[in-house]
């Protein structure tokens, strides 16, 4: 219920940037609409255990009803905004129109197939519940199918996994798939030859892990190598049709499953704002985070484009995206009093990432780890970052059970 005289606060995305903004408005006079399409907030970093199998959807998302259950000057508002106008300060929420006073664009990113269509078409992505359950179906289904197939050249296409970007979630991803299949699918296909299976993870650049430091670059190339991972560097992906993967220099890998994690970009709906945009869709967003020209629009995470003290954009994290909600948390209350907004500043608190069991790479407070340490540092920080203590729980003894006993246990391949 709208309270005539307070401040309406109008927040579009309940990710990370949009759910701490929210919650850090708890105690301030103004009435907040929190809206998302999704009546779930998901940690996206765990979507790739979703796909291998490790966990189950419900274990990393919590429901945004329950998180704001008791923030009184809250509402929260599922659906999907489809368009925002600027100069009269109303959105169209299915339908209907929703007028605001402060508006906090917080919509994150899609998944960026830079035009490749055969790619979007025929790939698998992970960018939320939906597309990592059906990439979780495809990798069981297609074990399923290899154990029957007769044909050799068939059968090796269904095992051969290629996996295209270099980044943090390409590694994971890879690290997991092969350990999925060394530690558990041996178990299950025990008639099959598992030595047919091939997991590829190819990355244009030179380098896998492009923004961490050589010795974990380094790290993570041989702990690929270590799990059987084959990684080609400096190479090109030109296309796939569902059976072939074409290389730019001409080569092809037959294969039936291409998971693509080479590219993310601004939400779509940015598009038709009419502000200026850089690179990969974001608004271009002054420091203090709000739209040059319509300063009482804060655009925050992975939808905003501002450049660090360097020179280059910030990157597309959570931990940016956290960061720049308590900064605009705190100049909204700023402005409502008349006061100058800050400038927003990023604190780099480090680089993680887990390449599977017992191996991980971080780089915290100037120290890179790799190897078991930066592994387990990765597995507290992610059990603790998971909402809700039942999930944390949940998370905790899964992966404590696999750990123990070689397992996955949601090895079910379900209708979607
Ligand atoms: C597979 C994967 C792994 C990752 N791993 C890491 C990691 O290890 N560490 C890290 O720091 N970052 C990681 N990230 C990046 C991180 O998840 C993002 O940077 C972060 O989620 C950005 O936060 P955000 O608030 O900008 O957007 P999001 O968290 O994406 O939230 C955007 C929200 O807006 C909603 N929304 C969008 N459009 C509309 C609309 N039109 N109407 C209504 N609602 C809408 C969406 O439903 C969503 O809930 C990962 C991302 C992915 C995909």
């Known amino acids: 219920m709208l309270t005539q005289n307070l401040p309406h606060i109008v927040i579009v995305g309940a990710g990370f940037g949009g759910m701490e903004t929210a919650k850090r408005l708890k105690n301030a006079p103004v009435q907040i609409t929190l809206i998302d399409r999704q009546n779930y907030h998901l940690f996206q970093p765990l979507l790739y255990q979703i796909a291998i199998a490790g966990v189950v959807p419900s274990q990393i ?6 998180i704001f259950r008791k923030q009184k000057n809250l509402t929260f508002q599922m659906g999907e905004v489809t368009d925002i106008d600027l100069s009269k300060r109303y959105l169209r929420l299915d339908g209907s129109v929703i007028a605001y006073d402060i508006l906090v664009l917080a919509v994150g990113g899609q998944t960026n197939f830079f035009g490749m ?5 025929n790939g698998f992505q992970l960018k939320n519940i939906e597309s990592a359950v059906t990439t979780r179906n495809h990798l069981l289904n297609i074990f399923e199918q290899a154990s029957h197939e007769a044909d050799a050249d068939k059968r090796r296409a269904m095992l051969t996994f290629v996996i295209v970007g270099g980044g943090p979630t390409g590694v994971e991803i890879a690290g997991a798939l092969a350990e999925l299949i060394t530690h558990v699918m041996a178990k299950d296909y025990t008639h099959m030859d598992l030595s047919e299976v091939r997991v590829i993870l190819l990355e244009a650049g030179e380098n896998l892990m492009p923004a961490y430091p050589d010795e974990l670059r380094k790290a993570t190339f041989d702990l690929l190598r270590a799990k059987n991972v084959e990684v080609m560097l400096n190479t090109k992906l030109e296309n796939y049709n569902g059976e072939s993967v074409s290389l730019g220099d001409g080569k092809q890998i037959r294969t039936r499953t291409l998971i693509w994690t080479a590219g993310v970009k601004a939400a779509g709906m940015l598009d038709s704002l009419g502000v200026q945009q850089a690179g990969s869709g974001r608004v271009r967003v002054d420091s203090s985070l709000r739209v040059p020209t319509h300063p009482e ?31 605009t948390a705190k100049n909204i209350q700023k402005i409502l009093i008349g006061k100058l907004p800050e400038p927003f500043h990023y604190k780099d608190p480090g680089l993680l ?15 890179s780890f790799s190897g078991f340490i930066a592994w387990m540092i990765w597995v507290v920080l992610h059990i603790y970052r998971l909402i809700g203590f039942r999930n944390r729980l949940l998370v905790l003894i899964n992966w404590a059970w ?9 090895r079910l391949i379900t209708k979607e």
């Open 353 to 367: 990432a887990t390449i599977g069991r017992n191996a991980a790479v971080a780089r915290i407070f100037g120290m």
């Open 402 to 410: 696999d750990y123990i006993f070689y397992e996955t246990q949601v």
């Open 117 to 121: 269509k055969s790619i979007e078409e």
């Open 297 to 327: 629009v804060f655009v925050i995470g992975d939808a905003a484009y501002l450049e660090n003290g360097d020179g280059q954009p910030l990157p597309m994290l959570a931990t940016v995206a956290q960061q720049q909600a308590k900064v």
């Open 61 to 66: 998302a919590y429901p945004l009803r329950t």
